[in-house]
């Protein structure tokens, strides 16, 4: 799928959520491959609607099986690192910590050449409605289910630049 293609059906997918984009928000739609090539598999489709110094709020689409790689968001400049809350507005996201599970007990499927970046299988099932609060220092990794999913995160600021993956091919910025 190119970075186009995940622009038109992440519209798609806002639209069915009945969340609004303006022509302006649809056409700076962040696309992020991190670095991977892999839309289908490995990336995130966001709209920011704001990132100040104490808060951020965005939308984010993730396809069917499309997986955001493990992550943990660190400390920097002062701060304790990104708290964020995930709400599900529609389709089903499975978001996985520390704390248990074995990745032969997940509904995710990791493809077979990354399987060694991942580490951590404590799966919680958010559907429409659902929400999660991750601390800082957690280290994590979602997936859309089987339909996909449109999910508003709230947190504390936002710094991706900073994140740090379990996977050394990723660049979280990558064409952003």
Known sequence: MTREEA???AIEY????????NDEEKKNLEI???GLGRLDEFGIEIHIYINTERYAAKEMVLFPGQICPEQIHPPFEGDIGKEETFRVRMGTLYVYTEGGGAITDIKAKIPEDKRDAF??????????GDQCTLKPGVMHWICGGPEGCVVSEFSSRNMDEYDIYADPEVVRMHGV
Not at 14 to 21: C, G, P, T, V
Not at 119 to 128: G, K, Q, S, Y
């Open 32 to 34: 992020a491959d991190m």
């Open 14 to 21: 806002f639209d069915k959520a009945h969340i609004y984009l």
């Open 119 to 128: 580490h951590v299988f404590n799966e919680t099932v958010l559907n429409v």
């Open 7 to 9: 622009r038109l059906k």
